[in-house]
């Protein structure tokens, strides 16, 4: 593990509820080395007794780091190696059940930010990002489209969809679809091309979200679902509202929604 050359990516949990979204994280992300502490048995993990001892040995020796456990744990446990945001690793904070993904250390430099959204879209959490030139971006499209959809196609239509609703590309903070849609290559590729990163919305959070959304047959028939576009635009963020309504643009649909400044 750590004394061998390691993997480009650590995992390091404190829990036997961690252990599990470490396990999901390693089958979904990649080759992955795991940290546990030593009262958790698990085989094939490097056991460590305190996480403020175990960091400083590791932080170097990985790009990505992704802890699951508290983050006021992990702030004291990496604070005497931070150094430089151009050499410092990409840290990222996940509570025990999965439910939020924070970026915590080297969000643009060091690739957190990246890393967050891949940890978010791995199992269905909510990605944090707090970099400014990030979370100032309010707009958020969804998109829905056929098998093998270019990314040309979709990306036509997404331009489309920003003139009819008034947006420009710079607004826009997330693509958005379907996690049936996850590896769509069309979509990876827009997301690459773009430098605008893909949110993926579950399957399960469309069909029970309180949306009053207008079923479209096509995604019904294929996906089991009410519709693809508005409810991922809706869904990948917060505050959200709906700018352009599904519109259908050489047989992609897209929608527009705009997240709303707290009141």
């Not at 932080?59 to 931070?82: D, K, Q, T």
């Not at 917060?238 to 992609?252: A, F, S």
Request: glycine share 8%.
């Amino acid at each position: 593990m750590g004394s061998a050359v390691p993997n480009d990516l650590a995992l390091i949990t404190l829990s036997k509820e961690g252990l599990k979204v470490c396990r999901l994280l390693a089958e979904r992300l990649g080759p992955a080395d795991l940290y546990v502490h030593r009262d958790i048995p698990c085989e094939g993990a490097e056991p460590f007794e305190r996480v403020v001892e175990l960091s400083p040995r590791i932080f170097h020796a990985y790009r990505r780091l992704v802890y699951v456990m508290p983050s006021g744990v992990v702030v004291r446990a990496i604070a005497s190696s931070v150094q430089h945001k151009l050499q410092d690793p990409a840290v990222v904070v996940l509570d025990v059940l999965g439910r939020w993904a924070v970026s915590l250390l080297s969000g643009h430099e060091g690739g957190a930010n990246d890393l967050t959204l891949a940890v978010a879209n791995a199992l269905g959490a909510e990605p944090v990002i707090t970099t400014t030139s990030e979370a100032a971006k309010d707009l958020i499209v969804g998109l829905g489209c056929r098998r093998g959809t270019s990314a040309e196609a979709l990306e036509a239509a997404l331009r489309e969809g920003l003139v009819q609703c008034g947006g420009d590309l710079a607004q826009v903070r997330y693509l958005a679809s379907v996690d049936l849609k996850a590896d769509e290559e069309g979509l990876l590729e827009l997301s690459r091309r773009l430098e605008i990163p893909l949110r993926i919305i579950t399957s399960e959070e469309i069909r029970k979200a309180p949306l009053d959304l207008q079923e479209t047959g096509a995604a019904r028939r294929h996906l089991d679902l009410p519709a693809v576009a508005e409810p991922a635009a809706l869904l990948a963020g917060r505050r959200t509202r709906l700018i352009l309504p599904r519109t259908i643009v050489g047989g992609v649909t897209v929608a527009v929604a705009r997240e709303e400044e707290p009141v």
